[in-house]
């Protein structure tokens, strides 16, 4: 998964996957490495650099839930550019690819839920961003106050509803509004860096 940090994991509409054994270990102390900056012949930035060097902030995975009004069944996706926005009123937000099929049925619900994911849920957040199918097979979840899964070992969870959503390129920023919430599960978070998964390493 080699986009940049405000993009969300693919492939469905979102980001591409790293493989299973792709894990990075973040670390404090690191020096900031020097690189050459690249445009194409016409001027633009280069893709491939641009996710690469975007690659290098790291962030968090959360997955994004809700039931579809439609059917009565769970709908997700996992996304990497979920962020905080204002404590007054209290928003998030997040970005979401035109070509997601799984924004449609989320969008349709009256909320949804944010679930933080925990280290050891690689293995959820790699099923949620699949493309088709169900997404919900074998995973474990109980209900949020606003009717919405929220998964096991999450490590915390947000009731959200959308406030407003603004086209940026080929993706769609998403505010919502945060309803309610509290912490989950205990342990550390699921980290994503420079294409792969890892954890957050305690200072000793």
Request: charged share 15%.
């Amino acid at each position: 998964m080699s986009t940049h940090a405000a993009r969300l994991i693919a492939p469905d509409g979102c980001r591409s996957l790293p493989t299973p054994h792709q894990r990075s270990r973040i670390r404090n102390g690191a020096t900031m490495p020097t690189g050459h900056s690249q445009h194409s012949q016409n001027g633009q930035l280069d893709s491939r650099r641009f996710r690469q060097v975007l690659g290098r902030f790291a962030t968090g995975v959360v997955a994004i839930t809700a039931v579809d009004p439609m059917d009565g069944q769970p709908c997700g996706l996992a996304a990497n550019s979920f962020t905080s926005v204002s404590l007054d009123p209290p928003l998030v937000a997040f970005c979401v690819a035109y070509t997601s099929t799984s924004w449609p049925r989320l969008r349709g619900a009256k909320a949804m839920t944010v679930n933080v994911l925990a280290e050891h849920q690689q293995a959820v957040c790699a099923q949620l961003a699949t493309k088709g199918g169900d997404k919900f097979a074998g995973l474990a979840w109980t209900v949020s106050p606003g009717g919405n899964p929220v998964l096991e070992g999450a490590l915390a969870w947000l009731d959200c509803a959308v406030e407003a959503e603004h086209p940026a390129g080929d993706h769609l920023i998403v505010v919502a509004r945060v309803l309610q919430l509290d912490t989950h599960a205990e342990g550390g978070p699921l980290v994503f860096f420079r294409g792969g998964y890892g954890g957050f390493v305690e200072p000793s």
